[in-house]
């Protein structure tokens, strides 16, 4: 059975690919928006696509298998798979938010659903006592990311469950930075995992798509005919090119991972400490490998990977900013997982969108954010290098 085999097995199979003709091996992509019934007075398994479509339907399942779901439902984006949450609130409801997320779920839960009444209160969700003091009667979700974007604060998942338990609140787990492959929500007691397929799910850069997987039936009820009610469904072309990106995640994460607990390591033995005269602050290096990684106790009991993000807060913001310049292989852009390197400044990039009055909760201003590829992790430390010591003879600008 499809849902007792491995995960790396179900990737690579997918459930639920019907339809195949000619011995086809991989399914047709159902580029409808109609299904032609038999009858007119009964529908057919599928009839519009907004409300079912044979090619979501096979990612859908996949997906659910994958995170251990009854259900799961793909979006458009990471935001619009967030946003379907507030369907499940009213007026008057209140969120407690880990404060390391995502810039645009700041956007989202401060600005976009404050506007709709909802109350948000953002905390530091490594404590969970501190969740639990912000929540009060009307308290309905809980959201956090399981490791945080981009300081890789790691918050205690089970711990968080038994506060929603206990609060009768539901809780939510942004599993971006994790993937069903190092972490399941689910199984340690969150009511709703989130993805952002943007990112390692799709690996590529090729594509923006998000994800709800939930256990209860009733919550997966309620949230599928949001879905179709609202609209914000993942076309058939884009399911088809996320199933397809899903075939490879193990063998991608897994190189992707060891290239960052390397690039880490490196990075926090020649970096770790630097004490310049002329740096400011003390330059940080952040990864869940790192044994001073704080948190790292609980996330080596609830994860079975690091992701391939490592930050390195340089101590000197105009520093951080002229060695993102000058590296030849890591682009500078936004976003993360892809296959080829990334770099980034959330501060002045991904978290310009933290409103004003959250600016307590930006990240640090020198925070550089490494997203490692599939590069040869040699290749990608020689180009670092080259950077800090253009940036540190003068020679950048
Ligand atoms: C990128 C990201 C999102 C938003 O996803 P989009 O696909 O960009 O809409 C949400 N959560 C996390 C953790 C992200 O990294």
């Known amino acids: 059975m499809a849902d007792k085999q491995r995960i790396e097995t179900l990737l690579v199979h997918g459930v639920g690919a019907e339809g195949k003709s000619y011995g086809a091996t991989v399914a047709p992509i159902y580029h409808t928006s109609t299904f032609d019934q038999e009858s007119a007075t009964s529908y ?23 995170d251990g779901a ?6 458009p984006s990471g935001v619009a798979a967030l946003d379907a949450l507030s369907l499940l609130l009213a007026p008057g409801d209140e969120v407690v938010c880990s404060r390391d997320v995502y810039g645009g779920t700041y956007r989202l839960f401060a600005q976009s659903w404050r506007a709709r009444g909802i109350v948000v209160h953002f905390v530091d969700a490594t404590d969970d006592a501190a969740v639990e003091n912000a929540c009060s009667l009307r308290t309905r979700l809980i959201h956090a990311e399981a490791l945080g974007n981009p300081l890789l604060s790691v918050c205690d998942v089970r711990a968080l469950a038994q506060v929603a338990k206990r609060r009768g609140s539901l809780l939510s787990i942004d599993n971006t930075s994790l993937t069903p492959l190092n972490l399941k929500p689910l199984d340690l007691g969150a009511d ?9 799910l799709s690996g590529h850069s090729d ?16 949230l599928a005919f949001h879905h179709n009610s609202m609209g914000s469904v993942l076309s058939p072309g884009d399911c088809a090119l996320l199933s397809r990106s899903l075939a490879t995640l193990a063998v991608r994460l897994e190189r992707q ?23 400011s602050r003390t330059s940080r290096v952040l990864h869940p490998s790192l044994s001073s990684h704080p948190g790292r ?14 930050s390195w807060c340089t101590g000197d913001s105009e520093r951080s900013a002229r060695i993102a310049q000058g590296l030849k292989l890591f682009a500078v852009r936004v976003s993360f997982g892809s296959v080829s390197s990334s770099v980034s400044m959330p501060c002045f990039m991904s ?8 600016s307590d909760f930006m990240p640090p201003r020198d925070l550089l954010r490494f997203s490692i590829g599939l590069e040869d992790v040699d290749d990608l430390w020689a180009d670092l290098c080259q950077a800090i010591k253009s940036v540190d003879t003068g020679g950048a600008s």
Do not use: C, M
Request: aromatic share 6%.
């Open 351 to 358: 978290h310009l969108s933290v409103p004003q009055e959250l």
């Open 192 to 200: 709703i995992v989130i993805h952002s397929a943007t990112k390692y």
């Open 257 to 279: 991972q060891r290239n960052a607990e390397e690039f880490a390591s490196r990075l926090h033995a020649r970096w770790g400490s630097d004490t310049r005269a002329d740096a």
């Open 207 to 222: 594509l923006t798509a998000g994800t709800l997987a939930v256990r209860d039936a009733a919550l997966g009820e309620r």
């Open 297 to 310: 106790e609980v996330h080596l009991r609830q994860s079975s990977g690091h992701g391939a993000v490592v």
């Open 44 to 66: 057919g398994r599928f009839n519009y696509s907004r409300s079912a479509n044979p090619t979501r339907d096979a990612l859908e399942r996949t997906l659910a298998a994958l």
């Open 70 to 75: 009854t259900r799961a439902l793909a979006y």
